[in-house]
């Protein structure tokens, strides 16, 4: 089942009602490229949120049948890849709710966070976002720097080589 941006924004909206503060989530990944208009939709759910803001974000995930795949990831951490403390500054205000700030990740942190596991969904993901938004080699190269890869960093330099020679021949 795939989701566009409207039904992305509804079950947003439906999940603010059950909050009970202020918080932000960070649109990740497909969900983000969704929600800035990149791709028409997304096969799953993938949210950033502060360690903090987790426990209420889960408890209203709970309290709303929804039927998705999502995946709660905080403070940066996104799929294998650590993004420098400035990711969250650097974040696109997408929709606010009564209680939900929704932002979506800037699409160079996108890139490097599907490096990590580049399969052939995230070629096309990449692909999408350096030429949506003229994404060079060098600010690839140096926004890699500044993350940190959990597991083996030899997969993840793999992989990044393999990204520039791909698509900046």
């Known amino acids: ?18 909050l009970q503060r202020p918080l932000v989530i960070v649109a990740v990944g497909g969900t983000a490229m969704t929600l800035l ?4 939709s997304t096969i799953d759910m993938d949210f950033d949120v502060t360690a903090a803001d987790f426990p209420a974000l889960k408890k209203a995930l709970a309290a709303v049948p929804h039927g998705y795949r999502i995946d709660v ?28 700030q929704v932002r ?22 990449i692909k999408d976002c350096i030429r949506r938004f003229a994404i060079t080699k060098t600010q690839i190269l140096r926004r890699a ?22 698509f900046y021949p």
Not at 1 to 18: A, I, R, W, Y
Not at 104 to 125: F, H
């Open 1 to 18: 089942m795939t989701v566009d941006k409207h039904e992305l924004l509804v079950f947003l909206e439906t999940l603010d009602n059950q």
């Open 37 to 40: 208009g990149i791709k028409p």
């Open 73 to 100: 990831f905080t403070g940066g951490l996104i799929f294998s890849q650590q993004l420098p403390e400035d990711y969250l500054q650097k974040t696109i205000p997408v929709a606010s709710f009564r209680n939900i």
């Open 104 to 125: 979506a990740l800037r699409p160079l942190d996108i890139i490097v966070t599907k490096i990590g596991r580049l399969n052939q969904r995230d070629e096309e993901d």
């Open 145 to 166: 720097e500044k993350i940190i890869y959990i597991g083996k960093e030899e997969l993840y330099k793999d992989n990044l080589r393999y990204v520039c020679s791909r």
